[in-house]
């Protein structure tokens, strides 16, 4: 596709439980980011990968949250232990090399935890 | 800590006027200024931006006022449409890097 893909869109899991919500960015895009957005805020960054290897990773809350993008296209965003705390669309986004340059984001990955 | 604070959070404009949304931000490194429009259930789409160096950019109906001495800036949306009805999102980031702060949205409603 032309634009950047999530999966799931919507994904209700019980609290606990461990997830995956999968990103495929824009082809050719080598930057790669994480926002989550609780409803009525602003999107919050998370992580941002450029190639394969997280260059930032201060927005992650904790260490229940992890994500990876081993051949430097799909990234996975992983959350263990989830938490209700942890409700909230789930944003990706890319951008091609290069600074100034625009990102683009995703429809995004609504979790809900019950 | 909101680094990037964003008023009003909701806000009603008829069709064919102007809609204001306000901006300021604490921290000077801050060199791009970027505003997002949302709507429902979908992403934010980069709609302007504009860099310290410039007091004003115009695209088509919008344009942001930048205030760099008050750490400020606004969007204005002239002959505001229903179709302009969505969130809108400033913010904000250093050195072109794209690690955004976000402010915390206005909901504009445009009424026939």
């Known amino acids: 596709g032309a634009g950047v893909s999530q999966t799931p869109s919507n994904k209700v899991t019980e609290k606990g439980k461990y997830v995956e919500l999968r990103c495929d960015p824009i082809?050719?895009?080598?930057?790669l980011y994480w926002y989550r957005q609780s409803l009525g805020q602003g999107p919050e960054f998370l992580i941002y990968?450029?190639?394969?290897?997280?260059?930032?990773d201060s927005g992650l809350p904790n260490d229940r949250f992890f994500a990876v993008r081993p051949e430097g296209s799909v990234s996975t965003l992983k959350i263990q232990r989830t938490e209700r705390g942890d409700s909230a669309v789930y944003l990706c986004?890319?951008?091609?090399?290069?600074?100034?340059?625009?990102?683009?984001f995703g429809e995004g990955s609504w979790l809900t935890v019950v | 800590q909101q680094q990037v604070k964003q008023s009003p959070q909701s806000l009603i404009v008829q069709k064919g006027g102007i809609s204001i949304i306000n901006c300021a931000y604490e921290?000077?490194?801050?060199?791009?200024f970027p505003w997002y429009q949302q709507f429902p259930g979908k992403g934010p789409a980069l709609l302007i931006a504009i860099r310290p160096d410039v007091s004003e950019k115009k695209e088509g109906r919008f344009t942001i006022s930048f205030n760099k001495s008050a750490k400020q800036f606004s969007l204005h949306i002239m002959d505001s449409q229903p179709g302009d009805s969505a969130t809108y999102f400033c913010?904000?980031?250093?050195?072109?890097?794209?690690?955004?702060?976000f402010g915390i949205g206005t909901k504009l409603q445009v009424i026939p």
């Open positions: 986004a890319s951008s091609s090399q290069g600074t100034g340059n625009t990102i683009y």
């Open positions: 913010a904000a980031s250093t050195g072109g890097y794209q690690k955004v702060t």
């Open positions: 990968f450029q190639g394969t290897g997280a260059a930032d």
């Open positions: 921290n000077t490194a801050f060199d791009y």
């Open positions: 082809s050719g895009h080598t930057a």
